[in-house]
């Protein structure tokens, strides 16, 4: 059975960086599908931050390109997002999610829909 | 970046009902939408991919249809695990996948 558990800090200063890994436990990241980052401000939608692959490959937010990183540790089963310049418009719930996937002639290929998620955590960035 | 509009914002149903939502895209994105349903405290769940194909283990009272830019979920008799927010999303053009900014149902 495949999961997905966020964790870090639940609280940033503005201006610091936010930091957050997920790590996934009953499949290995190596295997394929891409991804990925949502977040959802309290009491508001839903917002996609990027998505990553095993072999690197990103795709990003263009609201927030300039200020997010999404890495990817084969080793240990993780993925991470850190975001950079925090306000208090970043304080949400961050989920980390897997990418549906669907089977290309290489492997699994970007669907851009998400059927597995983390349980989310919330990060507050406040002084 | 493609936006998306769902109707109504909210509205009160009661157990055993037929209800319907509506999502709108701002240009055509063929039938690249998919559905979520989220409960208070808990992740979004994949209800619906492609439109109108229903994710494995969902219940079938839940449909999708339509395509180009308007699209409808129907939840056929409303049970009362369904009182939830639900999102759409596109995936046809990226980046950004993008959401609607969700549908409450609630107890009447």
């Known amino acids: 059975q495949v999961q997905l558990q966020e964790s870090g800090p639940g609280l940033v200063k503005p201006s610091e960086t936010l930091s957050l890994t997920c790590t996934v436990s009953g499949y290995s990241i190596s295997s394929g599908y891409y991804w990925g980052w949502i977040r959802q401000p309290p009491g508001k939608g839903l917002e996609w931050i990027g998505s990553?692959?095993?072999?690197?490959?990103?795709y990003y937010n263009p609201s927030l390109k300039s200020r997010v990183t999404i890495s990817v540790d084969t080793s240990k089963n993780q993925f991470s997002l850190k975001l950079s310049s925090v306000t208090a418009a970043d304080t949400a719930v961050y989920y980390c999610a897997r990418d549906a996937g669907i089977n290309g002639d290489w492997g699994l290929i970007l669907t851009g829909y998400f059927d597995l998620w983390g349980r989310g955590t919330l990060v507050t960035v406040s002084s | 970046a493609i936006r998306m509009t769902q109707s109504p914002s909210s509205f009160s149903a009661s157990t055993g009902d037929r209800v319907t939502i509506t999502c709108r895209a701002s240009q055509g994105i063929s039938s690249y939408l998919a559905w979520y349903q989220q409960k208070p405290g808990k992740a979004p769940k994949l209800l619906i991919y492609a439109a109108s194909t229903l994710q494995s283990g969902v219940p079938s009272r839940f449909s999708g249809s339509g395509s180009g830019t308007d699209f409808t979920l129907t939840i056929s008799c409303l049970q009362s695990e369904d009182f939830a927010t639900y999102y759409c999303q596109q995936y046809y053009s990226y980046p950004p996948f993008t959401f609607g900014p969700g549908t409450k149902v609630d107890i009447k």
């Open positions: 990553i692959y095993h072999s690197g490959s990103t």
